[in-house]
């Protein structure tokens, strides 16, 4: 639904200004090698060390992240509703996210769910994106969550045509994938119980 000619000075109000130019700063920095491949190789090359250039990406990565928080956590004290999420979002988001926990430690864990999705840790964040967009309807929800699935859909299509690089994690083990199925699970469970709501303030399981 567009903005109307009223509410479109909502987008300059200070928490969208905090949100949208921390979403430019943490995704503009993570979307260097999809847009341009091979920028990290170059770049360490020419710094010499893979040192200064893990700082600058973490110091920009970490500014952005900040102020991603601190724009949402404005924005929730005003509101723009663009859409209600449908009746039954918020039970389709619960299940959604019943994988994703596991994906995430499964990206870090060899094992045959790594193998067989690729990129278990991008599918995990696609699907983090859809429930909480299912169950949330406002202008600053639908720029986070929007964006974070976009950016890792736009991720998942650039890495066929980018170096690729292996990700730091446990050694392969028999037993990863039910480590990751079991632990990933527990740990949703945690988030149902109390921890989204100690976290983010919103609790999931509604008398």
Do not use: Q
Not at 60 to 83: D, E, H, K, T
Not at 117 to 138: E, K, Q, R, S, Y
Not at 200 to 205: A, D, K, S
Request: aromatic share 12%; glycine share 10%.
């Amino acid at each position: 639904m567009p903005l109307s000619s009223t509410h479109s000075g909502y987008l300059c109000a200070p928490s969208m200004t905090w949100l949208i130019v921390g979403l430019i700063l943490f995704f503009g920095i993570h979307s260097i090698e999809i847009v341009r491949p091979g920028t990290r190789t170059a770049a360490i090359r020419r710094l010499g060390s893979e040192g200064p250039w893990k700082a600058m990406y973490a110091l920009v990565s970490i500014i952005g992240l900040a102020m991603i928080v601190y724009g949402y956590g404005l924005s929730r004290y005003a509101p723009y509703l663009l859409y209600t999420p449908p009746g039954a979002g918020r039970h389709l988001a619960m299940l959604l996210m019943v994988p994703v926990f596991p994906l995430i430690l499964a990206a870090y864990l060899p094992g045959r769910i790594a193998h067989a999705l690729c990129h278990p840790m991008l599918i995990a964040t696609v699907l983090w994106a859809c429930a909480h967009l299912l169950a949330n309807g406002n202008l600053a929800d639908v720029l986070l969550f929007g964006v974070f699935g976009l950016w890792a859909l736009a991720d998942i299509a650039s890495l066929s045509r980018r170096p690729k690089r292996s990700i730091a994690g446990a050694p392969a083990w028999p037993w990863n994938d039910l480590v990751a199925v079991v632990s990933g699970l527990l740990v949703y469970a945690a988030f149902l119980l109390f921890a989204h709501r100690w976290l983010i303030g919103v609790p999931l399981l509604r008398g």
